[in-house]
């Protein structure tokens, strides 16, 4: 069965912290592996990721994906409170009842 | 260019009622999807529609269906409710169908308290 699996389940920081979220996944047919934030209801697009070894980044949010260990890392430096916010990750496939397969979430909270 | 819009945004209903729920995706996009939401579970996938036509469904019963119509906007319906479909319904779009799109749009839900 395909599955994606995002750790921890929560997390709580203090601003300033780094933090590392983690997505492992075992699917077939992957296509790209997609982190999303998720603030209040509508979930926001922040990386693709197709190849390995490959870091996107945006400000103080990077991310990387290894596809010969079947992870990805999404990490967030000098964290705000404007960060709090659950992070979704999915893997996108090429084929299959089930077009993306998401996590249930890494629910960050950043207090001051 | 407008979002995706869900409405309602809140619902409240009693079991054995049913609902539908709209979506009109972003001016352009041809792809609708469906996910629920629970805290349990995450973000299960629904079906997908695109070009009028349903490309794929997850594994939810039969109570759980939806439509698309010529100009893009779809509505999902809910018979016999149950006290479990109390959840966030999330709608996105793409230009593609899922599996060749490169990123979804979602819109802000619609929330329902099945009761």
């Known amino acids: 069965e395909d599955k994606v699996v995002q750790s921890p389940l929560s997390l709580v920081v203090h601003e300033g912290d780094t933090v590392t979220l983690n997505c492992s996944y075992e699917?077939?047919?992957?296509?790209?592996l997609l982190w999303y934030k998720q603030e209040k209801k509508a979930p926001t697009f922040l990386f693709m990721l197709t190849s390995s070894g490959i870091e996107k980044k945006s400000g103080r949010l990077s991310s990387i994906l290894d596809k010969k260990e079947l992870f990805s890392i999404l990490n967030i430096t000098a964290t705000q409170t404007g960060d709090s916010a659950i992070y979704l990750c999915?893997?996108?496939?090429?084929?299959?009842?089930?077009?993306?397969?998401f996590g249930k979430g890494t629910r960050l909270s950043v207090i001051a | 260019k407008a979002g995706v819009t869900q409405t309602p945004r809140y619902l409240i209903k009693t079991r054995g009622q049913q609902v539908t729920l709209s979506c009109s995706p972003i001016?352009?996009?041809?792809?609708v999807s469906w996910y629920q939401q629970t805290p349990g579970q995450g973000l299960q996938f629904l079906f997908e529609y695109f070009s009028e036509t349903q490309r794929n469904k997850g594994n939810f019963p039969g109570r759980f269906s939806g439509r698309q119509f010529s100009n893009s906007r779809s509505e999902m319906n809910v018979s016999t409710l149950e006290l479990g479909d109390s959840a966030l319904y999330l709608c996105?779009?793409?230009?593609?169908?899922?599996?060749?799109?490169?990123?979804?749009?979602f819109g802000s839900g619609t929330q329902l308290s099945v009761l």
């Open positions: 999915a893997v996108l496939r090429n084929s299959g009842n089930t077009p993306l397969v």
């Open positions: 996105a779009s793409s230009l593609a169908p899922q599996g060749a799109a490169e990123k979804l749009f």
């Open positions: 699917v077939t047919n992957f296509r790209s």
């Open positions: 001016s352009g996009h041809r792809s």
